[in-house]
C-alpha cells in the first residue's frame, strides 16, 4: 500500500546500557532495551529511549518474543551462560536470531596475556578478564565453544564476523577507568596500543560476532 509504513522488526538489546545500539538501528528495528543499572537506565529513559531497567528475562512480560536478541560485550558478564540460552530460545520467535558480540579467546591480546601469565606477570591476562572491576569477566569464548552451546539450546551457529581488537578512540578513559592504573601508565598504553592496532588488524581478532539462529 503507497505511504504505509514498513513494519520494523522488534529487538531486544540486552545489557544496553546508554541505548547507543539502539539509537544506532532505530530505523531498521523497533527495539527495547533492559538495563539493570537502574542510573544508567534512567538516564537513557530521559532522552526518550525504550529503556527498562533490570535483568533478563525477569524484566520481560509473559509473553514478549522478539525477532532479534542482542548481547553486545554482555554475555561474557554472565555467569549462567546455559540459562541464559535457554531463554534466549524461550523469547525468540521461531526463525530469529541471537547476535552475540564478546571477547575471544583466540584472539592475539588473549593469547599473549595468558602468555604472560604463564611467565609470571598476570597483570595483563587479571586485566582482560577485568578482575576487581564491578563485573568482571566469567567467559572468553570461541567459534568451537558457540557452535557447541547453539547446538545445546536449539541454537544453529549460522554466521560469525570479526571485529577490530581495539577502538583507539576513548582508549585512554577505558584504561583509567580502573583507578589502579596511574596516570603515566595510562598515557604509554593508549601510545602503545595506538601504534600497535596497523598490526593488530591483521592478527587473530580479539573481538568476535556470532549469529545463532533459533531453530523451531
Same mark, same amino acid.
Given at each position: 500500500?503507497?505511504?504505509?509504513?514498513?513494519?520494523?522488526?522488534?529487538?531486544?538489546?540486552?545489557?544496553?546500557?546508554?541505548?547507543?545500539?539502539?539509537?544506532?538501528?532505530?530505523?531498521?528495528?523497533? +527495539?527495547? +532495551?533492559?538495563?539493570?543499572?537502574?542510573?544508567?537506565? !534512567?538516564?537513557?529513559?530521559?532522552?526518550?529511549?525504550?529503556?527498562? &531497567?533490570?535483568?533478563?528475562?525477569?524484566?520481560? =512480560? #509473559?509473553?514478549? %518474543?522478539?525477532?532479534?536478541?542482542?548481547?553486545?560485550? $554482555?554475555?561474557? @558478564?554472565?555467569?549462567?551462560?546455559?540459562?541464559?540460552?535457554?531463554?534466549?530460545?524461550? %523469547?525468540? /520467535?521461531?526463525? +530469529?536470531?541471537?547476535?552475540?558480540? #564478546?571477547? =575471544?579467546? *583466540?584472539?592475539?591480546?588473549?593469547?599473549?596475556?595468558?602468555?604472560? +601469565? *604463564?611467565?609470571?606477570?598476570? &597483570?595483563?591476562?587479571?586485566?582482560?578478564?577485568?578482575?576487581?572491576?564491578?563485573?568482571? @569477566?566469567? @567467559?572468553?569464548?570461541?567459534?568451537? =565453544?558457540?557452535?557447541?552451546?547453539?547446538?545445546? @539450546?536449539?541454537?544453529?551457529?549460522?554466521? !560469525?564476523?570479526?571485529?577490530?581488537?581495539?577502538?583507539? /578512540?576513548?582508549?585512554?578513559?577505558?584504561?583509567?577507568?580502573?583507578?589502579?592504573? =596511574?596516570?603515566?601508565?595510562?598515557?604509554?598504553?593508549?601510545?602503545?596500543?595506538?601504534? #600497535?592496532?596497523?598490526?593488530?588488524? $591483521?592478527?587473530?581478532?580479539?573481538?568476535?560476532?556470532?549469529?545463532? *539462529? %533459533? !531453530?523451531?
Amino acid at each position: 500500500m503507497p505511504g504505509a509504513a514498513t513494519r520494523r522488526p522488534s529487538l531486544l538489546d540486552v545489557g544496553c546500557a546508554h541505548g547507543w545500539f539502539l539509537e544506532a538501528t532505530a530505523r531498521e528495528f523497533a +527495539g527495547v +532495551g533492559l538495563e539493570p543499572d537502574v542510573a544508567v537506565a !534512567q538516564a537513557a529513559q530521559s532522552r526518550g529511549l525504550p529503556v527498562r &531497567g533490570g535483568f533478563f528475562p525477569d524484566a520481560l =512480560s #509473559a509473553d514478549e %518474543r522478539f525477532e532479534v536478541i542482542v548481547f553486545n560485550d $554482555v554475555l561474557e @558478564h554472565i555467569p549462567d551462560i546455559n540459562s541464559t540460552l535457554s531463554a534466549c530460545f524461550e %523469547r525468540l /520467535q521461531p526463525g +530469529g536470531v541471537l547476535v552475540i558480540n #564478546a571477547p =575471544s579467546r *583466540r584472539g592475539v591480546l588473549y593469547r599473549v596475556a595468558r602468555l604472560l +601469565g *604463564r611467565l609470571g606477570l598476570p &597483570g595483563s591476562f587479571a586485566r582482560l578478564w577485568q578482575m576487581g572491576f564491578p563485573s568482571p @569477566h566469567v @567467559h572468553y569464548l570461541d567459534s568451537d =565453544s558457540e557452535a557447541a552451546l547453539a547446538r545445546r @539450546h536449539g541454537f544453529r551457529l549460522e554466521a !560469525q564476523m570479526a571485529l577490530p581488537s581495539v577502538s583507539t /578512540q576513548g582508549l585512554y578513559a577505558r584504561i583509567r577507568y580502573s583507578r589502579d592504573v =596511574s596516570v603515566p601508565k595510562a598515557v604509554a598504553l593508549t601510545a602503545a596500543v595506538g601504534m #600497535a592496532s596497523p598490526l593488530l588488524a $591483521v592478527l587473530p581478532p580479539d573481538i568476535e560476532v556470532w549469529f545463532l *539462529r %533459533r !531453530q523451531a
